[in-house]
């Protein structure tokens, strides 16, 4: 039998998400891990698989955007 894939960044966020400021402390870890994440300065506040919501603020303009992805 197939073991499910083990998703490096969607883990983390499910070890998190029982914490209070989750979001903002898993934004942080998202811009380590991806390093130009750091300039638009994301606010993640979704994150399921499949899909990411997040608040974008660093453009000089607050953005919210959706992201889901089938594959």
Do not use: D, W
Not at 35 to 40: E, G
């Amino acid at each position: 039998m197939n073991q499910p894939q083990v998703n490096k960044i969607l883990s983390p966020y499910r070890t998190l998400e029982k914490h209070p400021f989750c979001n903002k402390v898993f934004s942080m870890m998202v811009c380590r891990m991806v390093p130009y994440f750091s300039t638009i300065k994301p606010n993640i506040s979704a994150l399921s698989p499949n899909h990411c919501t997040c608040l974008i603020t660093g453009l000089g303009k607050t953005t919210q955007s959706s992201i889901n992805r089938k594959y």
